[in-house]
């Protein structure tokens, strides 16, 4: 019904940058908060950003600055610039998209498959 798919994730060297997209498409009636994630493996998932759709931003503290999220409403994308990169930036990074597929219904979010990002030191 709704389809959220990532791309933009590589290898960068510690210090580099990648700007990752996240693009929601199907059935949208109105699509809401987007939201960028990051889990290592056998790590916990943990936020990383957040954009809603009036272009209000919120960040983890963690990342201290170094990633910015923004989004373009028409091409219902969102996206996540990632600075500076350090190793333990080394994760797959997916893209949560709150979308209300009709009038009246529910808002529920919905999961890309995730990019991965690879730092090298």
């Known amino acids: 019904q709704v389809q959220v798919v990532e791309s933009g994730g590589g290898v960068v060297q510690a210090g580099g940058s990648l700007s990752l997209s996240c693009i929601a498409s199907g059935t949208i009636y109105s699509l809401r908060d987007m939201g960028w994630y990051r889990q290592a493996p056998g790590k916990e998932r943990e936020f990383v950003a957040r954009?809603?759709?009036?272009?209000?931003?919120k960040y983890a503290d963690s990342m201290n600055g170094r990633f910015t999220i923004s989004r373009n409403n028409a091409l219902n994308t969102a996206y996540l610039q990632l600075n500076s990169l350090k190793p333990e930036d080394t994760a797959v990074y997916s893209c949560?998209?709150?979308?209300?597929?009709?009038?009246?219904?529910?808002?529920?979010?919905?999961w890309g498959q995730g990019t991965q990002v690879t730092v090298s030191s």
């Open positions: 949560k998209a709150e979308v209300y597929t009709g009038l009246w219904s529910q808002l529920n979010g919905y």
């Open positions: 954009i809603t759709a009036g272009g209000a931003t």
